[in-house]
């Protein structure tokens, strides 16, 4: 009953309100109640699909957040043992700060990496868990894929996609070795390496600072793509990251900037710092614990020297020397000696190094005095930095131009 003089309503409502005349036959408490019964209509109909499309978004976002979760990410230590083939001794292919990696096989045939962590760490198995799937959330393809992780008794284990062409000191250091890596695939590592930083630094959820970045630590793909791995080892390790100030320094000499050396101060500049180390290595082909006895210098301090002398293109690795693109070397040199630069504050960011790799035009601020840490004599660069007045500094840089 109620139904149909609703609809009658309904029916009135729409087809005899417009016409005057006919519109007479309804009374003024008709047409309020219509309108309030189509208000209340509108109301529930609106709400109702409101609900139903923000639970179906909000299942959406559930489920994007749910693909990586914590089952998903654990193996059972069974599953590891037969992949590593109980850890042999044969399937070993590295060792890290962090304990042995194993190369293993999935009964699916996937290749992986196993780090098995040694067992100093004083972090518990749940901050351990959710350490794990935060970083196993960083997924960027110049960085090394995290998998999973087993956790039983005392084994912290770490899995991660198997990268099958060993990492960048591999090659580089190695005097025949260092032939397969020619400027263009030198160029394309270098780029590689400055978009996993850029997104370790920036773009993901995390703000992540590596701590070790170097050479072996950068892994190359089958068609030399780079990879950096270890990434997010101080999560997982359970050192305290939102700390400015560590008392235990970690990290590899020669790689690691004087401010956190002296004073265990680290921040994405530290990570910039190895970056340039990192790339005068690349470019050089010579470890930063290089020594040129002529010049009683290190890797930083040749540098440096070369450039203000104008002698830049004296660095590149001999092998080099055929074939190659003068301006992307002599842009890779600037950027890696304004990386290595003592002054924190003066280091280019991730993005700036980035912008500056792709786009050439971008000018580049002169870079001024090195850090003379890692392997230099700390006493010579504390008294040389005293000797000289800030505006002195300024003058001499300005003149030092590479010609
Ligand atoms: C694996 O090796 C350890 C010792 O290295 C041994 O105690 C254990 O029984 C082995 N496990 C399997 C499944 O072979
Ligand atoms: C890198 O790996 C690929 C595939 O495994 C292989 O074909 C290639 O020869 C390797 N490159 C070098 C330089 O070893």
Redo the contacts with the bound molecule.
């Keep these: 009953m109620f139904l149909g003089s609703d609809y009658d309503i309904l029916y009135n409502f729409f087809f005899y309100l417009p016409n005057a005349e006919k519109g007479k036959r309804i009374s003024v408490g008709t047409i309020l109640a219509t309108a309030v019964s189509i208000a209340i209509g509108v109301l529930l109909l609106s709400t109702l699909s409101w609900c139903w499309v923000t639970r179906k978004k909000e299942k959406m976002i559930g489920d994007a957040n749910d693909i990586i979760n914590v089952e998903s990410l654990q193996f059972d230590l069974?599953t590891v043992?037969?992949a590593t083939n109980?850890?042999s001794h044969d399937n070993k292919i590295g060792q890290g700060g962090f304990g042995w990696v194993y190369k293993g096989k999935l009964s699916n045939g996937q290749e992986i990496a196993v780090k098995r962590l040694s067992k100093s760490s004083g972090q518990g198995a749940e901050e351990f868990k959710n350490e794990v799937v935060l970083v196993a959330k960083l997924q960027h393809r110049n960085l090394v894929r995290l998998l999973g992780f087993c956790l039983e008794g005392e084994e912290k284990i770490l899995i991660y996609e198997f990268v099958p062409n060993k990492s960048l000191d591999y090659f580089l250091f190695d005097s025949d070795k260092r032939a397969c890596l020619d400027w263009p695939t030198r160029y394309k590592i270098i780029g590689g390496i400055a978009r996993g930083l850029l997104y370790l630094h920036e773009d993901s959820r995390f703000k992540i600072i590596h701590r070790d970045l170097k050479a072996s630590n950068v892994l190359l793909d089958g068609d030399m793509n780079p990879k950096i791995s270890d990434f997010g080892m101080a999560r997982i390790f359970g050192m305290d990251q939102s700390q400015a100030n560590t008392n235990r320094v970690v990290g590899t000499f020669g790689y690691m900037p004087p401010e956190y050396v002296r004073q265990g101060l680290f921040s994405v500049k530290s990570d910039i710092y190895s970056f340039g180390v990192l790339l005068l290595e690349i470019i050089t082909g010579k470890k930063n614990s290089f020594y040129h006895s002529e010049y009683a210098e290190y890797l930083l301090s040749f540098a440096w020297r070369n450039w203000n002398e104008g002698t830049a293109s004296e660095l590149l690795d001999p092998i080099l020397r055929e074939f190659y693109s003068r301006e992307e070397v002599m842009r890779c040199i600037h950027i890696g000696l304004l990386c290595v630069q003592d002054n924190v504050d003066q280091r280019p960011t991730m993005a700036t190094i980035a912008r500056t790799l792709n786009i050439h035009s971008v000018a580049l601020e002169l870079p001024q005095r090195p850090a003379f840490l890692g392997y230099e004599r700390m006493e010579t660069t504390q008294s040389t930095s005293r000797s000289i007045p800030e505006s002195m500094n300024d003058v001499t840089n300005t003149e030092l131009a590479p010609r």
């Design positions: 069974s043992i037969a109980n850890f």
